[in-house]
């Protein structure tokens, strides 16, 4: 039996930051409005002024705020571009989990249905050996976690939008042990087993047809029944709060 590793707690200069980005967020703190000092905010936080340097450091890594030499911290007009971040401390939770299935489906679903649409014959080549790879991994006897990865890139790269790849390749590591779990689940029960199988033939098929709403359906059909899986493990082993589908 294997058992996924928890997410480390949250650090005081993990809280730190999320508190301040959320009163930039909120308003309370505009753009092109300087910050407190270090020491007043250490004050306000009870925390040493060595976690507010640290926490002020990646905002500022983040482009949220500015240092203006001798004069201070000050908000960056717009708050900066902010680049997508989850906390992995908060996916300690089934609920916080299948949110970001959820996530994954919408992205899975259309960039199925832009595959059907723009993959080239290349592209139908590599599907077709990711999903191969994937059964013959299953057949010796493995989890199939890091095929079943590559052949979901392989679809999203088929779309011909690279962002979807982008955006996917982020989403998926949040969910790499709860893959682990349902899949190792999934390899005690061979008619589970079949199933996902069949499910990812479905989307292949459909993408090969050229038929988009089929893909973007058997893509939705396969996240929906990932997430159906994600509660069973869960239920079957109450103590492992972060498996996944």
Not at 73 to 99: N, Q, T
Not at 181 to 207: F, S
């Amino acid at each position: 039996m294997s058992f996924a590793r928890l997410p480390p707690p949250p650090t005081l200069t993990d809280t730190v930051a999320k508190r301040l980005l959320a009163e930039i967020d909120a308003g309370r703190v505009r753009p092109g409005e300087k910050l407190p000092t270090e020491l007043r905010l250490a004050e306000q936080f009870g925390v040493s002024r060595t976690v507010i340097r640290e926490a002020v450091s990646r905002l500022r890594q983040d482009g949220v705020v500015e240092a203006r030499q001798g004069s201070g911290v000050y908000v960056a007009a717009g708050g900066g571009k902010r680049p997508l971040r989850i906390d992995a401390a908060e996916l300690g939770s089934l609920r916080a989990v299948l949110h970001i299935v959820d996530l994954r489906r919408a992205l899975e679903t259309e960039a199925a249905g832009q595959a059907a649409l723009h993959r080239s014959e290349a592209d139908m080549s590599d599907i077709d050996a990711a999903l191969a790879e994937l059964d013959r991994a299953v057949q010796d006897g493995g989890d199939g976690v890091r095929e079943d990865v590559a052949f979901h890139r392989r679809i999203a790269h088929a779309s011909g939008n690279p962002y979807f790849l982008a955006t996917l390749n982020f989403v998926s590591q949040y969910l790499e042990a709860a893959t682990r779990v349902t899949r190792g689940n999934e390899a005690r029960r061979p008619d589970l087993m079949r199933a996902v199988q069949d499910e990812h033939r479905a989307i292949v098929e459909a993408i090969r047809a050229g038929n988009a709403e089929g893909a973007r359906a058997a893509a939705r059909r396969h996240m929906e029944n990932a997430a159906g899986r994600l509660r069973q493990a869960h239920e079957a082993a109450p103590g492992r709060p972060r498996a996944a589908g």
